[in-house]
């Protein structure tokens, strides 16, 4: 349908700020207050938002304007080496729906087969809000690996078999929906947790993504820094030794061999043979297990030793920690104690180091937040 320049203008904000007051949208938008109000009339004949009271502003409650469903939904699709997950919201930033799949196979081996998957788990996703794809105005996709600014793996020996594809063109064509995007994984969690978790009062941040990889996302003054080609945040590709083992990357002795989830199940399986993913290794360590106990510390303090770097070059206010599930003092005191180890005092002293609060959901819920633009 079509509105006005100013009623789409206010539609962007909130589309990507998410709920606000009429005061908040006076100064987002730079629109005039009357022009603001005659933009929301507009919206509001045409049933695309609703006002709420919102808590008390001054002495009075303050309105509260969000997009109504009927403005469109926003979806968010997380590839993982072992999973799909698919999260829906509508425009106001209600989450609806958040599907979940386990893989039998690696996603790494078989694109064609998991975006297909993908495609399936968003229909069902939309069923079970009695949507359809028609009402869909974005999606944003996530996958474990580098993405360049045009869409391509940054990394080819990293996904190769992914290498050849655009995969948010191949998702695209497959959901019949031009707007598609994609952005790594690590980046769409930063994105979430900086709007609606950990990071949601801070401006300059680190999300770690801790599974079988390692990777982070950065946002500076409030926006993903993504650098100059889109691959900024491969943490589990920093050099930690020069001589250490080959990586799958290409180079030697990378964070991922001594603190990623393929390293540590490796080693802890010496002694657990039977032991199932990650989530079972912290549990196991959470429990009192020692060796368990000592991988976690040590890659926890591997983790610091690479954060260190960070931290000297971009003093972040905040690092947030996620990924699998474990226990706060397992992992966030050992990256500490690395970071005390190898990064300036004064930096080191005025950092949070915190966990995620967004959980598993925090690439989906980013894919939602790429879909509604909230990174522009």
Known sequence: MEIGPAARRISDVLRARGPRTRSELVTLSGLSRP??????????????????????????????VRLTRLAGLAVGVDIGRRHVRVAIADLGHELLADNFVALDADADDHPDQVL??????????????????DEILGVGLGIPAPVTRDGRIGSPTLLPAWATLLPQEELAGRLKIPGVRIDNDANLG????????????????????LATGIGAGIVLDGRLYRGSVGTAGELGHVTLDARGSLCRCG???CVELSAGGRALLAQARVSHPALKDLDELASLAASGDPGCRR???????????????????????????????????????????????????AAVDAVEVVTASLGERASALGGVALALGVDS
């Open 116 to 133: 297909d998957l993908a495609v399936a788990q968003v229909d069902l996703a939309l069923g079970s809000i009695a949507a359809t794809r």
């Open 190 to 209: 930063a994105l979430a947790e900086h709007m609606w978790g950990s990071g949601r009062d801070c401006a300059d941040l680190v999300f770690v993504k």
């Open 295 to 345: 991988l976690l510390a040590d890659s926890g303090r591997h983790l610091g030793f690479a954060l260190g770097g960070l931290l000297n070059l971009i003093n972040p206010d905040r690092i947030i920690v996620g990924g699998f599930t474990f226990e706060p003092e397992l992992l966030l005191e050992p990256i500490q104690r690395g970071l005390a180890e190898t990064a300036m005092a």
């Open 35 to 64: 022009t603001v109000a005659n933009a929301l009339s507009e919206l509001s004949r045409l049933d695309l938002v609703s006002e709420e009271q919102g808590p008390p502003a001054g002495g009075r409650p303050a309105g509260v």
């Open 251 to 253: 180079n030697r002795g």
